[in-house]
Nanobody, 117 residues
Framework: QVQLVESGGGLVQPGGSLRLSCAAS????????MSWYRQASGKERELVAT?????????NYADSEKGRFTISRDNAKNMVYLQMNSLKPEDTAVYYC?????????WGQGTQVTVSS
């Protein structure tokens, strides 16, 4: 059974940091690219960051996250992470973990991140 379980969300003040985690199981984790998406209330889901399959040597970020967010993966633990620094109120959203390869994609249930003073 495929599972992606996100954790690490919460309430943080502007300028603060959070580290999101996604625990994967039920599939060959290292064979999948891993991504973080987010969806703010009333808006479409958008890509935040992607790390390539295998060793994860290639990462890509949405322009608004470059320099603030870092995606990483640990294939030994079947985990993917999103380190978020210098958080802004506009980063408030539900953050989702996604595993994908060719025509297959799995999604987690999401974790809420709220940036507010």
């Amino acid at each position: 059974q495929v599972q992606l379980v996100e954790s690490g969300g919460g309430l943080v003040q502007p300028g603060g940091s959070l580290r999101l985690s996604c625990a994967a199981s039920g599939f060959t984790f290292s064979s999948f690219s891993m991504s973080w998406y987010r969806q703010a209330s009333g808006k479409e889901r958008e890509l935040v960051a992607t790390v390539s399959r295998g060793g994860g040597g290639i990462t890509n970020y949405a322009d608004s996250e470059k320099g603030r967010f870092t995606i990483s993966r640990d294939n030994a633990k079947n985990m993917v992470y999103l380190q978020m620094n210098s958080l802004k109120p506009e980063d408030t959203a539900v953050y989702y973990c996604k595993a994908s390869v060719v025509y297959t994609a799995y999604w987690g249930q999401g974790t809420q991140v709220t940036v507010s003073s």
